[in-house]
């Protein structure tokens, strides 16, 4: 397997996603079900290909965590679709995947077998996993927070379309961030784990592991204002935005800080 038959595995993954998105607005269930998980399955496949090919998991650059991130955008749609019955969310997992299997397509990355010695540990692969899915999650719950704040500036009387008339979409969206963050806690566990065996010691306030802690931080100040103040949803949805930044800072934006260069093996470019 290489890089050069992304393209036809990719193809035949965004068909059956986009099936399965037109088969949610049409009430279709038992074609949404099976169109996405086909189309993960085809995607995890070329996954499987490539970790087979390259000898290692398929996470080393930043391409190859768009190649996760793509897979586990439709996933978690599918997962929110059979938990809270939204109707968008697997179009908009299917528009995001395609944006970053377009981004795959156009800029592609070098993939090299060639792994660094701290790479090399067993808790590499599930640390960055589990943190792509738990990535997916909270931008699901980014999504469903940009809605909310739409609805909630219609004109009374007036519902959403893109939530089931009996559901609490804020729990809906709270259950959410829960998982996200559960997930997201786990893969700083298994860092922190990879860190004491590759350099010796649980943290040391690297660039990314500074910016992993702002962003955790900000999703728990989110969860205990929700819990203190529940009718208070409005400003909950804006740190909730302002959250989903903090994670984009701390996923590829420490790319570009000056401090990150050279000084920071998290980097993608290192």
Sequence with gaps: MTWGHFIFFAIVSVVLWIAGAVAAWKEKKGMVYATTIGGLVVFFAFIVGMWISLERPPLRTMGETRLWYSFFLPLAGVIIYSRWHYKWILSFSTLMAVVFIAINLFKPEIHSKTLMPALQSPW????????????????????????LLGARSKAPGKTSNLQPPTSNPSDSLDNLVYVGLAFMTIGMLFGALWAKEAWGHYWAWDPKETWAAITWFAYLVYIHYRLAYPQRLRPALWMLIIAFILLQMCWWGINYLPSAQGASVHTYNS
């Design 124 to 147: 590499f692969a599930p640390h960055v996993i589990v943190y792509m899915f738990a990535y997916a999650l909270l931008g699901a719950s980014f999504v469903m927070a940009v809605v």
